[in-house]
Structures are given as structure tokens and as C-alpha cells.
């Protein structure tokens, strides 16, 4: 069923957009504005491909129809119709893209959740390093604290894009060698990084993906990357970041039963990033 929005609704919806998503860009372009650059949220902008610019446009997702709405034909993805504009049919050129999500997403969700890794993707990224990551801010156990710890703690990351920034020395650590070509085989609701991926996927489906579902995901990117942070080996105190010692066996019950919390809240939205590849793909 089509939903026609008048333009007092999507303009509504499309400022409410706006407001939510400035909360997160307009710090950020302040930061950009002096040169600062935070190992949080401004993460979130670099490490994913998706500018503010683009997170801050609103589209209603398919289905839906906005009456008086002719700028939106400013984008190729939509079309005329019978009392207003909407998205078209999915391109064949993006057909791949939606499969693949789709699939990832649905293995993914049938897995069962696993909370065993502790965070140590992010000690694994700076075990016997001379150079940091996030440099300027110091690690909290030092340098040969951090790589005691690493050797003193089975590494059992899943995902490949934490796996790959793991130095030389810390990759033999790990029980597994994900690759790009096992994700679909490896990827399981557990992983923190699986859970911040979901913005990523949300936003190649866009402008497909209705805003709100991008926002949403975003909102659980954030999240996650806070506690990331905080069970780091770094020391981010002044950011608000109290340290997770998971070093600890309290910092990794904390740890544990944090992630799974992110888990539950992930499941949702990864649901409805299902339900959208497949209507995109029924459309086609």
C-alpha cells in the first residue's frame, strides 16, 4: 500500500530528521573547524564512508508518495507520479549490493549471539606497536600492560574489519583468520562491530533506506562505539569514558553483559534492514 504524505508531513518528519541528526554533525564540523578530531563519535565519520552531509538528507524510504515535493527529483533515484514524487524501481546496478546485505544480515540474525571476546580487537590494534592509533591519548596499563594482557587472553575475534587493523604479532593470537570472503560464514549478532556495521548497511541502501532506520543505526553505532572505547586500552576518562577493565574478571562481566544488551537492541533494526532488501528486491 502507497502512503501519500501531505507537505506539512514530510516537511515534519524531514525537520525532526535534521534536529535528530545535527545532535551528532554540528559538534563534529565545530571540531573539524580547529583541527580536533575525538576517537568517538568522529569515528563514526571516518571510518564509515557515509558524510554528514548525507546522513542529515531525509528520504521517506519506498512506498511513499510527497505530494508538492519537486526538489526531491534532484535525486536520480526518484520519479513522477499521480500525486507526487517517490522513489523508483531499484536500479539493476544495485541489485548485488541489496543481495549481499540481505544475506549477510540474515545469516547474521540466525546465529546464535556470542560475548566472549571481551573487546580485545581494540588491544589486539596496538600489541607491541610503536605507534598508536589514536595518538594523544595514553594507554592506561602502558605499553607492556597492554601487550600482558593480549598475551594472557584468548582473542576470539569473528569480524574481519577489526581483524584486519590487529598488528602482525596479535594476528596469530586470534583463534580465527577471518577473511573478506567468510564475513557471511563468521559474522555472528554477538560482535560489537556486526552490530555497528548495521548503520553501514542501512546507509548503501540508501536513499531506499527510510531515514529514520539510518538514524536508528547510527544511534546504535554510537552507542556501541562508546563502550568500545571504554573497554580500549586507552585512557579516555576525560571524554567520559570511565574504563571497563577487562582485564578484570568484573570488567569482563561488565563487558559481557553490556554487548549483550547491544545484541538485543541490534536485533530489531537488523530485522528491518531484512524486511527492506526484500521489498527492494520484490520491486525489481
Given at each position: 500500500?502507497?502512503?501519500?504524505?501531505?507537505?506539512?508531513?514530510?516537511?515534519?518528519?524531514?525537520?525532526?530528521?535534521?534536529?535528530?541528526?545535527?545532535?551528532?554533525?554540528?559538534?563534529?564540523?565545530?571540531?573539524?573547524?580547529?583541527?580536533?578530531?575525538?576517537?568517538?563519535?568522529?569515528?563514526?565519520?571516518?571510518?564509515?564512508?557515509?558524510?554528514?552531509?548525507?546522513?542529515?538528507?531525509?528520504?521517506?524510504?519506498?512506498?511513499?508518495?510527497?505530494?508538492?515535493?519537486?526538489?526531491?527529483?534532484?535525486?536520480?533515484?526518484?520519479?513522477?507520479?499521480?500525486?507526487?514524487?517517490?522513489?523508483?524501481?531499484?536500479?539493476?546496478?544495485?541489485?548485488?549490493?541489496?543481495?549481499?546485505?540481505?544475506?549477510?544480515?540474515?545469516?547474521?540474525?540466525?546465529?546464535?549471539?556470542?560475548?566472549?571476546?571481551?573487546?580485545?580487537?581494540?588491544?589486539?590494534?596496538?600489541?607491541?606497536?610503536?605507534?598508536?592509533?589514536?595518538?594523544?591519548?595514553?594507554?592506561?596499563?602502558?605499553?607492556?600492560?597492554?601487550?600482558?594482557?593480549?598475551?594472557?587472553?584468548?582473542?576470539?575475534?569473528?569480524?574481519?574489519?577489526?581483524?584486519?587493523?590487529?598488528?602482525?604479532?596479535?594476528?596469530?593470537?586470534?583463534?580465527?583468520?577471518?577473511?573478506?570472503?567468510?564475513?557471511?560464514?563468521?559474522?555472528?549478532?554477538?560482535?560489537?562491530?556486526?552490530?555497528?556495521?548495521?548503520?553501514?548497511?542501512?546507509?548503501?541502501?540508501d536513499p531506499y533506506a527510510p531515514s529514520e532506520l539510518v538514524a536508528d543505526c547510527f544511534a546504535l553505532a554510537h552507542d556501541i562505539r562508546v563502550l568500545d572505547m571504554c573497554a580500549s586500552p586507552y585512557d579516555l576518562s576525560a571524554l567520559g569514558c570511565p574504563p571497563i577493565e577487562i582485564e578484570t574478571a568484573a570488567g569482563r562481566a561488565e563487558y559481557a553483559r553490556r554487548q549483550a544488551g547491544f545484541a538485543e537492541r541490534a536485533a530489531p533494526l537488523r530485522?528491518?534492514?531484512?524486511?527492506?532488501?526484500?521489498?527492494?528486491?520484490?520491486?525489481?
Amino acid at each position: 500500500m502507497t502512503a501519500v504524505l501531505a507537505p506539512p508531513d514530510w516537511r515534519g518528519q524531514r525537520e525532526a530528521h535534521v534536529s535528530r541528526v545535527r545532535a551528532w554533525t554540528d559538534p563534529l564540523r565545530e571540531r573539524r573547524s580547529t583541527g580536533t578530531r575525538l576517537p568517538v563519535l568522529d569515528f563514526l565519520f571516518t571510518y564509515y564512508s557515509h558524510r554528514p552531509a548525507r546522513l542529515l538528507r531525509w528520504h521517506p524510504g519506498p512506498g511513499v508518495v510527497l505530494a508538492d515535493a519537486d526538489s526531491f527529483l534532484r535525486w536520480q533515484a526518484y520519479r513522477s507520479v499521480p500525486g507526487g514524487m517517490t522513489l523508483g524501481p531499484l536500479p539493476a546496478s544495485r541489485l548485488p549490493t541489496v543481495r549481499f546485505v540481505r544475506s549477510l544480515l540474515a545469516a547474521t540474525a540466525a546465529r546464535a549471539p556470542r560475548f566472549g571476546c571481551f573487546g580485545l580487537h581494540e588491544w589486539a590494534m596496538v600489541y607491541r606497536a610503536e605507534d598508536v592509533r589514536h595518538q594523544g591519548w595514553p594507554l592506561r596499563l602502558g605499553s607492556a600492560g597492554t601487550d600482558r594482557v593480549v598475551e594472557s587472553t584468548a582473542i576470539r575475534c569473528t569480524h574481519f574489519d577489526a581483524f584486519r587493523f590487529f598488528t602482525p604479532p596479535a594476528r596469530p593470537l586470534n583463534t580465527l583468520r577471518p577473511t573478506r570472503s567468510d564475513q557471511v560464514a563468521l559474522e555472528q549478532p554477538g560482535c560489537l562491530h556486526a552490530g555497528m556495521d548495521l548503520y553501514k548497511w542501512a546507509y548503501k541502501l540508501d536513499p531506499y533506506a527510510p531515514s529514520e532506520l539510518v538514524a536508528d543505526c547510527f544511534a546504535l553505532a554510537h552507542d556501541i562505539r562508546v563502550l568500545d572505547m571504554c573497554a580500549s586500552p586507552y585512557d579516555l576518562s576525560a571524554l567520559g569514558c570511565p574504563p571497563i577493565e577487562i582485564e578484570t574478571a568484573a570488567g569482563r562481566a561488565e563487558y559481557a553483559r553490556r554487548q549483550a544488551g547491544f545484541a538485543e537492541r541490534a536485533a530489531p533494526l537488523r530485522a528491518r534492514l531484512i524486511s527492506l532488501c526484500d521489498e527492494l528486491l520484490r520491486g525489481v
